[in-house]
C-alpha cells in the first residue's frame, strides 16, 4: 500500500504514483480528468479562478460527507422544500450537460 505522507502533492495530482495497483491508478486518473472538466466548464463562465477551486472543494467536502452518511438526502430535501427552485435541481429537472470539449 501506499504511503501517501510520503508522497508530494504534486505526485498525486499528475498521478506520478506507480506503486498502486492498477484500478487505483485509473480511478484518480478519472477522477483528475473529470475535475479538469470541471474547472474549464466554470472558466468559461468567466467565473475567478479562485471561486472555481472554492466551489470544486467545497463539492468534494460534501460528496466526503455523503459518502460517510454525515449528509444524507432528507437534509437536502427538508432544506430545499422552502426554495422550489432548490427542488427542481434536486431532483434533476434543472440538469444541462456539461459542454463539450473542443
Known amino acids: 500500500m501506499v504511503n501517501f505522507a510520503e508522497k508530494k502533492s504534486s505526485q ?5 504514483i506507480h506503486d498502486l495497483d492498477g484500478e487505483v491508478t485509473e480511478r484518480i486518473g478519472a477522477l483528475i ?6 474547472r474549464e466548464a ?4 468567466r467565473l ?8 470544486i472543494g467545497r463539492s468534494i467536502f ?3 460527507l455523503e459518502d460517510r452518511e454525515v449528509l444524507v438526502p ?7 422544500a422552502k426554495r422550489k427552485s432548490w427542488s427542481k435541481i434536486l ?5 444541462r450537460p456539461l459542454p463539450t470539449r473542443t
Open 91 to 95: 431532483t434533476g429537472a434543472e440538469e
Open 74 to 80: 432528507e437534509y437536502f430535501q427538508n432544506i430545499a
Open 33 to 38: 480528468r473529470d475535475l479538469r472538466v470541471v
Open 48 to 55: 475567478k479562478a479562485k471561486y472555481v477551486h472554492a466551489l
Open 12 to 16: 498525486v495530482v499528475c498521478g506520478k
Open 62 to 64: 460534501i460528496r466526503y
Open 42 to 45: 466554470l472558466l468559461s463562465k
